[in-house]
Structure formats: structure tokens, C-alpha cells
């Protein structure tokens, strides 16, 4: 039996316990594509009473976190309370029902929920317009739920409530053991930069762009509590603004407003207006945080946790937070760099017949996205993965083609400073050993950080910063 059936037939019990009358049949049952951390599954229920369409949001089964769950459950009930647009909550689970693990069950909304849509249709033109000011707003009420509301809400690992914020975040990278130049500047200068500790609230953690769903008329519910916790509430503005969410596009709040606009919609509920310089701290702590976020997905995938080819990409988007850190500090600038796809293997010796090890990763590669992605009954969460594995191969051919010339002109780049390594270069850095050389150690960690990127996504580079 597979296990969308296994699902299914589970699924039927389960909701006999929680819903007036049982329903007699689950149909069209599918598993939604995206979420790194949660499995999120969409179905109709069909009773004597009618249809109700419904979202199953649970663990992965090997991966349960039941205190995490009853906690999510807690704050989207207290969150409706706040009069913070939800999702109707109807049941949650530890899984011992056959679901197989902890789970929420609730309400199917209608509306968009993909960056890329949302930023670039005309058809939700209507929805980005005030949308800045608005999740100000919704912030503030946020902030506002008492936290004695949410049973068992602690500080998470990476807030000021508990500790020092960043001490934390630069713990959880430093035991990866891999040194990273251009965040231990961004480590240095949120070292140097610290605002006045903010006061003690629930804070939603993944405020963001891809977990607000939009309707036609503007914001329809906030979505992925799953980071709820208590915290400075300049964390979640701070998140909201982070350039990975604005997905290309130039306005600094998710891509669609000012950071003006979500002062102001927050001053107006919450009665007093965060400072720019406390939230510029949090955008650059969020744009480090979501670097090693990446690093801790990444290492579910190569820990054999969880192998995913979404996991194992993530671990190279750490690159853009490298830049957009680096951007947001003033310290490089967009570029255009030449796609290594648009040259050629021609001339390399190689003991081995054609095609060559690239045109084979080509071949692959345009498979995917020729057939395979583009075929019209593709499962969507198939789809989704087929077009990430593309991107896969894509990184493998570019690392391929200037891998090698890349590593030699950061060892030269390295030397002239007097490193071995990028961990000679990290220790200074953060001692401070090379500051009379700064403008030298800049330019080393700016053209690394180009060489990443022109080999995991070049495009990136062209974006703006803000």
C-alpha cells in the first residue's frame, strides 16, 4: 500500500473523532510541494453534510516533534484571538491515530502563496498595494498576544530573551568547523552595531514572503508557525526585510514596499515606532541566520536524516546570504558576471569517450527540463523537485567548467595576505590581526563570495540590493 492510501485510510478515522459527522470519503489527496521541515497535504472530505476542503499540515514520521506541534496549535488559536488572519484550526494529533505523526488539521484557504506570482502578476497588483503597512499592522497584533496565551512558548535558541543572539547563531555555524569569511564580517559587525535589547513578546519567527497567503483584495492568513517563540519583536520586521525574500524584486519589504510603509502600519497598532538602526541590526542578523539556516538544512541531507535534493541545493544558496550580507553592509554591489553554461569543454584531455562528463551532465539536465517538468500531468511536488534537481546539475557543470581556476586565484588571493586558509583568514577577521589591511581582506572576501555565486547562480548577482 502506498502511502498517500495509508494516508488516506488514516485520515478517515482520524477526522470521524473531530468532525460533526464522519466523513464517508477522502478524495483527491495530495502532498503540496515545498516545506524543508514539514510535510503539508491537501484533500476533500466528503459527509453527508457535503464537501469541506482541508490542509493536513505534520512531522515527517521520521522526524516527530510533538511539543513543537501542540505548541503551533496553541498560538494559531491565540493568534485568531488577535484578530491575526489564520487558518481555522480543527484538530491537532500526536499521530497515534495512524496519521504517523504529530498534526494539524485545518482549514483549506483558497489564495497565492509563491513569491514569484505574487511579485510579478499584474493580476495581484491590487493585493502588493498597502501590503507593507498592512503586515506592519498585523506584526503588531502579533506582538500583542500575552504570552501566557501559548502553553509551554519559550525563547528560541537564536533570541535575545534567553541570550546573547548572536553568540548563538555564530555557535551554531562555528560547529560545522567550515570557515566562512564574508559572515564572520557580518559577525563582527553585529558584534559592533548591538541595538538596546527590545522587550520579551511572541515573535512568529518566519514572518516572510511564502508563508502569507494573498487574496485578490490583500493579505488572506499567516501561515508556518512552526518558529513561534519568545523574543525582540524587531526580529520578525527585521526577517520580513531580508533580500532572499524579496525573490528579484527591488522593494526592501518582501519585494512589494518600504521599509517606511511597515514602520508605520506597525507604529499605528502598536503605539510606538521600532528605530531604522534596530531594525537595520535584525535584517543583517536574519540575513546571517538565514546562511546558517541553509548550512543546518543542508546537513539533514548529507547527515542522511533526510535525503532531498531540495536539502542538498539549499547548502548552496548559502552563497546569496553571503552576498546580500555583504550588500546590505555596503560593502559590494550588484555585477554581471558571464554564466560558466555559456562556454565549452573543448580541448580538455580526457581518457574517456564522448559525451564528455559534462555533456553528460547536460544531457541529464536538459532532460528535466525539456521533458520532464514541462510534462502536463506532472505531480506538482514532482515537478517542483524535478526543476530543483535541474538546477542541481546545473551547479555540478559550472563548478566543472571553473572550479579549478577559481580555487587557484583564491589560494593567490589568500597567500598575498599571508593565510593558508579560509580558516587563517576567519581568525583574522575576527581577532583583527589584518585590519591594517582591511581594504585587502575585503576585496579577498568579495571576490570569493563572487566565486561561489557565478557557480551556484549567477543571476543573483545582478540583483539589487536596497
Not at 480543527?90 to 495512524?98: K, L, P, T, V, W
Not at 514602520?263 to 541566520?289: F, I
Request: proline share 7%; hydrophobic share 45%.
Amino acid at each position: 500500500m502506498t502511502e498517500p492510501e495509508q494516508l488516506r485510510l488514516a485520515l478517515v478515522t482520524a477526522l470521524a473523532a473531530v468532525l460533526d459527522t464522519a466523513p464517508a470519503e477522502i478524495t483527491d489527496l495530495r502532498r503540496l510541494p515545498g516545506g524543508a521541515s514539514r510535510e503539508t497535504w491537501a484533500f476533500t472530505a466528503r459527509t453527508g453534510d457535503g464537501e469541506r476542503r482541508l490542509v493536513l499540515r505534520r512531522d515527517p514520521p521520521n522526524a516527530p516533534r510533538p511539543r513543537d506541534m501542540a505548541q503551533e496549535a496553541a498560538v494559531l488559536d491565540a493568534a485568531a484571538r488577535a484578530g491575526v488572519p489564520v487558518p481555522a484550526l480543527h484538530a491537532r494529533g500526536d499521530g497515534s491515530d495512524g496519521v504517523g505523526s504529530p498534526y494539524l488539521l485545518m482549514d483549506y484557504l483558497d489564495g497565492e502563496t509563491i513569491p514569484r506570482r505574487l511579485l510579478r502578476e499584474p493580476r495581484w497588483e491590487r493585493a502588493r498595494t498597502g501590503l507593507a503597512a498592512e503586515l506592519g499592522r498585523v506584526l503588531a497584533r502579533i506582538h500583542a498576544i500575552p504570552p501566557d496565551r501559548v502553553p509551554g512558548l519559550t525563547a528560541a535558541a537564536d533570541t535575545a530573551d534567553d541570550a546573547d543572539p548572536l553568540a548563538r547563531l555564530r555557535a551554531t555555524h562555528d560547529a560545522f568547523g567550515e570557515p566562512r569569511p564574508a559572515l564572520e564580517v557580518a559577525f563582527r559587525w553585529l558584534d559592533e552595531h548591538r541595538p538596546p535589547a527590545g522587550r520579551s513578546c511572541v515573535v512568529h519567527g518566519d514572518f516572510r514572503n511564502g508563508n502569507l497567503m494573498l487574496g485578490p483584495d490583500g493579505l488572506r492568513a499567516v501561515l508556518d508557525w512552526e518558529l513561534v517563540h519568545r523574543g525582540d519583536p524587531v526580529h520578525d520586521l527585521g526577517w520580513l526585510c531580508v533580500k532572499a525574500w524579496r525573490f528579484g524584486a527591488p522593494a526592501p519589504v518582501g519585494g512589494f514596499g518600504a521599509r517606511e510603509e511597515l514602520l508605520d502600519g506597525y507604529a499605528e497598532v502598536a503605539g510606538w515606532r521600532p528605530g531604522e538602526a534596530a531594525l537595520r541590526w535584525w535584517e543583517v542578523y536574519g540575513t546571517a541566520r538565514w546562511a546558517v539556516i541553509c548550512r543546518q538544512q543542508a546537513q539533514r541531507h548529507l547527515g542522511g536524516a533526510e535525503r532531498s535534493v531540495e536539502l542538498a541545493v539549499l547548502g548552496r544558496r548559502l552563497c546569496e546570504s553571503e552576498h546580500d550580507v555583504l550588500l546590505a553592509l555596503d560593502l559590494t554591489a550588484p555585477s554581471s558576471p558571464t554564466d560558466p553554461l555559456d562556454a565549452e569543454l573543448a580541448g580538455r584531455p580526457t581518457l574517456h569517450d564522448r559525451p564528455t562528463v559534462d555533456e553528460l551532465l547536460a544531457a541529464a539536465h536538459g532532460f528535466l527540463v525539456d521533458e520532464t517538468i514541462t510534462a502536463p500531468d506532472l505531480d506538482p511536488r514532482v515537478r517542483f523537485h524535478a526543476r530543483v534537481a535541474a538546477n542541481a546539475l546545473a551547479i555540478a557543470r559550472r563548478e566543472l567548467l571553473v572550479g579549478d581556476q577559481q580555487r587557484a586565484a583564491h589560494t593567490e588571493r589568500l597567500a598575498a595576505l599571508g593565510c593558508a586558509d579560509d580558516h587563517d583568514l576567519v581568525a583574522a577577521i575576527r581577532t583583527g590581526t589584518l585590519d591594517a589591511r582591511w581594504a585587502e581582506v575585503l576585496d579577498a572576501v568579495r571576490a570569493l563570495t563572487v566565486s561561489k555565486l557565478t557557480v551556484a547562480n549567477p543571476r543573483y548577482l545582478t540583483h539589487p540590493g536596497a
